[in-house]
């Protein structure tokens, strides 16, 4: 879930630094230990697959005997992905986070989500933990746009989500 959670953050933070949209859009916050999409976690850690998932994604849950707060969730895929719903630059994207991360444990890859000067770490220290990390945090000097582009971008971005009712998490 950890693993998870961290790969979403980068694929959508990413997107937005090239293209000043993220790619998926869901809502990160800064939890104590890096950014969650709160709304998909709330879901999966209670072992609930999302509509848009039923039948494509299995969950398999394992509870910690000694401390049954802790469920770690492994991700079961039923059926091969849909790669067409993706544009080129999502597919290239996804490619390069899978070649960088196809390795890497959950507790490595939080670590690179917590480096200084990123987002979640940005959001943790100004307006606290569990607070809402906002995707202009993204744009930097390595941005592909500049912040004009990126707040136009992310404005009609989110009025197509409210206007089509596109929500990423039901």
């Known amino acids: 879930m950890t693993k998870m959670s961290k790969l979403l953050y980068f694929f959508d933070f990413r997107h937005f630094k090239e293209a000043g949209y993220p790619a998926i859009g869901l809502e990160y916050f800064a939890f104590e230990r890096g950014p969650v999409p709160k709304k998909l976690w709330l879901q999966l850690k209670e072992g609930n697959v999302p509509d848009d998932f039923k039948g494509k994604l299995a969950l398999d849950l394992k509870k910690d005997?000694?401390?049954?707060?802790?469920?770690?969730?492994?991700?079961?895929?039923?059926?091969?992905?849909?790669?067409?719903?993706?544009?080129?630059?999502?597919?290239?994207?996804?490619?390069?986070?899978?070649?960088?991360?196809?390795d890497v444990k959950a507790k490595e890859i939080s670590g690179i989500s917590h480096l200084p000067n990123q987002p979640w770490e940005i959001t943790k220290q100004e307006k606290g933990e569990n607070a809402l990390i906002d995707y202009m945090l993204a744009i930097d000097q390595d941005a592909q746009i500049d912040r004009e582009e990126a707040e136009s971008s992310l404005r009609e971005h989110r009025e197509i989500i409210k206007n089509f009712g596109l929500e990423p998490v039901q």
């Open 65 to 102: 005997e000694l401390d049954p707060q802790f469920k770690e969730i492994d991700f079961i895929a039923k059926t091969k992905p849909d790669l067409s719903v993706f544009s080129s630059r999502e597919k290239r994207l996804l490619e390069e986070l899978a070649f960088t991360f196809k």
